[in-house]
C-alpha cells in the first residue's frame, strides 16, 4: 500500500527549516540543498512542494504572519480596546523562543524587499493589516472612554507600529540588554500613557 503523505506538513516542516536557517545564517546564505538538509529530505523531494528557493521564501513570510495573527487572535478573544491592545502587542514581541524566532525571520526580509517588488507587496500586505489591527482596538478605546476622545487612532496606530518594530530590533539584537521584563513593561507603559487620568490603569 503506497504511503500516505501529508502535503500541507511537509510545507509547514519545510517553512520551519527555513526559518532556523535564516535566523542562523541570514536570508542571502540560505540555499535549496541548505533547507533540505536541514529539514531532513533530499532537495528532489522540496521540489515536490515548491517550484523554487523564492516560493519557499515568500511561504515562510507569508506563515510568520499568519501564526502571529493565529496567537493573537487565540489571545483577543473577548478583548476590547487597551486590553486588547495590550494582548496583541504582547503577542508579537520577541518575548520567548518561538516569537524572537519569528521575529529575526521577519528582519531577515526587510533588506530583501528593497530589491524585489513582490516581497515588497507583501511587507506592505502585512503592514496595513498590522496598523487595521491596532487602529480597530484604538478606536474602541476612545468609544469606551479608556483614552482622551481626541486621540487620533490612525496616527497612534502608526506610533504604536513604529514602537513595537524599534523595542524588538533592540531586543534580537541586545538581548542581554533589553530583557523579556524590560521589554514588556517598555511596550505596556507606552499603552498605560494613553489612558485618560479617570479611566482605570491596565
Known amino acids: 500500500m503506497p504511503k500516505i503523505v501529508d502535503r500541507q506538513a511537509r510545507r509547514e516542516q519545510v517553512v520551519e527549516a527555513t526559518w532556523r536557517l535564516v535566523a542562523r545564517v541570514g536570508l542571502d546564505r540560505v540555499s535549496i540543498r541548505d533547507i533540505a538538509a536541514e529539514a531532513g529530505y533530499s532537495t528532489g523531494v522540496i521540489g ?38 495590550e494582548a496583541v502587542v504582547g503577542s508579537v514581541l520577541p518575548v520567548g523562543e518561538e516569537q524572537t524566532l519569528e521575529m529575526t525571520v521577519w528582519l531577515n526580509f526587510w533588506s530583501r524587499a528593497f530589491g524585489d517588488g ?60 533589553l530583557t523579556r521584563r524590560r521589554l514588556v513593561q517598555l511596550a505596556t507603559g507606552y499603552l498605560a500613557a494613553l489612558r485618560s487620568p479617570a479611566s482605570p490603569s491596565l
Open 48 to 85: 515536490h512542494y515548491f517550484r523554487d528557493k523564492d516560493e519557499i521564501l515568500r511561504t515562510a513570510l507569508r506563515q510568520v504572519w499568519d501564526r502571529e495573527r493565529q496567537r493573537i487572535t487565540a489571545r483577543t478573544e473577548g478583548m476590547s480596546g487597551l486590553a486588547a491592545l
Open 118 to 177: 513582490d516581497l515588497a507587496a507583501e511587507q506592505r500586505r502585512y503592514y496595513g493589516e498590522w496598523r487595521a489591527l491596532l487602529r480597530r482596538h484604538l478606536e474602541e478605546a476612545v468609544h469606551a472612554g479608556e483614552v482622551p476622545a481626541d486621540l487620533r487612532p490612525d496616527d497612534e496606530a502608526r506610533r504604536l507600529a513604529a514602537l513595537v518594530d524599534g523595542l524588538s530590533i533592540q531586543a534580537v539584537f541586545e538581548p542581554e540588554r
